[in-house]
T-cell receptor, first 114, second 111 residues
Framework: DAGVIQSPRHEVTEMGQEVTLRCKPI?????LFWYRQTMMRGLELLIY????????DSGMPEDRFSAKMPNASFSTLKIQPSEPRDSAVYFC????????????FGDGTRLSIL | DAKTTQPNSMESNEEEPVHLPCNHS???????IHWYRQLPSQGPEYVIH???SNVNNRMASLAIAEDRKSSTLILHRATLRDAAVYYC????????????FGKGTKLSVIP
């Protein structure tokens, strides 16, 4: 079975540019999560969705970040405008509904803002 | 915030058992203990979780202390592929889907 698929795997862009990260969750999963990982702050939850509806976006760092889930099989995380401090690995994860269910992570997008 | 305490790093010889400790002294009655691991250049991977009693699966065993203030992840026979950062996470049972990752324990496996 296909796991969580993220694209692109690597992104290098210049400061000020718009960046769009994409995620396809595991089919049938009700929850989708976006995380960011840096050396300084570790893994942080940015936002999560249930049935395509954002539930908690308290981890989104600022208004430059936005996330959408237009349907059950696709989500985007957008940064506009991007800044060097946004450089990190961004992970998407999905899970089934019951609370104890594990989260399944993608391999991440390594983002470098020059 | 869901706090756990783990050693920064541990070493194990290949094919020997590994016991990874975790302290969660302020745990509440409905909090689950989840373990994830992260191999280099990959996303975190679920390992095991439990509430009160010990748990086993194909990857590992989880031993939870009777007072639930600590737990131990047991890898019965370490392989080189088990070299990873292991995260112990206290997950609130009362409706929160959030996983709060700490710094974890970096496990090195020596051939």
């Amino acid at each position: 079975d296909a796991g969580v698929i993220q694209s692109p795997r690597h992104e290098v862009t210049e400061m000020g540019q718009e960046v769009t990260l994409r995620c396809k969750p595991i089919s049938g999963h009700d929850y989708l999560f976006w995380y960011r990982q840096t050396m300084m702050r570790g893994l942080e939850l940015l936002i999560y969705f249930n049935n395509n509806v954002p539930i908690d976006d308290s981890g989104m760092p600022e208004d430059r970040f936005s996330a959408k889930m237009p349907n059950a099989s696709f989500s985007t995380l957008k940064i506009q405008p991007s800044e060097p401090r946004d450089s990190a690995v961004y992970f998407c994860a999905s899970s089934l509904a019951p609370l104890g269910q594990p989260q399944h992570f993608g391999d991440g997008t390594r983002l470098s803002i020059l | 915030d869901a706090k756990t305490t783990q050693p920064n790093s541990m070493e194990s010889n290949e094919e020997e058992p590994v016991h990874l400790p975790c302290n969660h002294s302020t745990i509440s009655g409905t909090d689950y203990i989840h373990w994830y691991r992260q191999l280099p250049s990959q996303g975190p991977e679920y390992v095991i979780h439990g509430l009160t009693s010990n748990v086993n699966n194909r990857m590992a065993s989880l031993a939870i202390a009777e007072d639930r203030k600590s737990s131990t992840l047991i890898l019965h026979r370490a392989t080189l592929r088990d070299a990873a950062v292991y995260y112990c996470i206290r997950r609130h049972g009362a409706g929160s889907y959030q996983l709060t990752f700490g710094k974890g324990t970096k496990l090195s496996v020596i051939p």
